[in-house]
């Protein structure tokens, strides 16, 4: 089963309109991360957050974190076409030298903005 | 700065056969991870080289193996190919640190027939 597991599996909103996707994973983090991927490229990160923070933002994204229900949600605010792609949430492993080069990866949600 | 790039970018290959992918890291980066993203689905780790070491493997059969190069560079080679092998094959590499980001290349998109 997946680590990471998002809701919904796909959105489509209006140009402007706010867009939220949701994360919910199974063990004990040191840190959560949101990657987003256009149409099977590579995936550009956008933004972390560490276990003892609950809300972060950077531009029009902001994340929270609630470890006791083991969730996160990304909200794109004023969202644009340029936003269509798959977001993805993705956790290391809690121990281990370099585990944060070894990340689990939800199933993503393809998020469609229509101008 | 060059980011994290890969060879080739598509590859046909028929069942049985085997293939190599390459990556070379973002300079400075020792850190190279190589995950498989079927389509339609979330990337799953493969492969983590760190110095030239093996320092973690996912669920993958004997067939997929690795390695990493004196300059970081690193090589996935995949026997005995089947069908299911078929897939978005990603490289990133990072700086080890507990917070620090990894960057992914653009991937080898490989085709099984």
């Known amino acids: 089963s997946q680590q990471g597991e998002e809701d919904p599996q796909a959105l489509s909103i209006q140009e402007g309109e706010n867009a939220t996707m949701n994360c919910s994973y199974k063990t004990s983090i040191n840190n959560l991360q949101w990657y987003r991927q256009n149409s099977g490229r590579g995936l550009v990160h956008l933004i972390l957050?560490?276990?003892?923070?609950r809300e972060k933002h950077s531009g029009r994204l902001r994340v929270t974190l609630d470890t006791s229900k083991k969730s996160s949600s990304l909200l794109i605010t004023a969202s644009r076409a340029a936003d269509t792609a798959s977001y993805f949430c993705?956790?290391?492993?809690?121990?281990?030298?370099?585990?944060?080069?070894?990340?689990?990866f939800g199933e993503g949600t393809q998020l469609t903005v229509n101008p | 700065d060059a980011g994290v790039t890969q060879s080739p970018t598509h590859l046909i290959k028929t069942r049985g056969q085997h293939v190599t992918l390459r990556c070379s890291p973002i300079s400075g980066h020792k850190s190279v991870s190589w995950y498989q993203q079927v389509l339609g689905q979330g990337p799953q780790f493969i492969f983590q080289?760190?110095?030239?070491?093996?320092?973690g493997r996912g669920n993958f059969p004997d067939r997929f193996s690795a390695r990493q190069f004196p300059n970081y560079s690193s090589e996935l080679n995949v026997n005995a190919l089947l069908l299911g092998d078929s897939a978005l094959y990603l490289c990133a590499s990072r700086e080890v640190g507990a917070y620090n980001e990894q960057f992914f290349g653009p991937g080898t998109r490989l085709t099984v027939l």
């Open positions: 957050i560490r276990s003892n923070e």
């Open positions: 993705a956790t290391p492993p809690l121990f281990g030298e370099t585990s944060g080069s070894r990340l689990t």
């Open positions: 080289y760190y110095e030239k070491e093996e320092r």
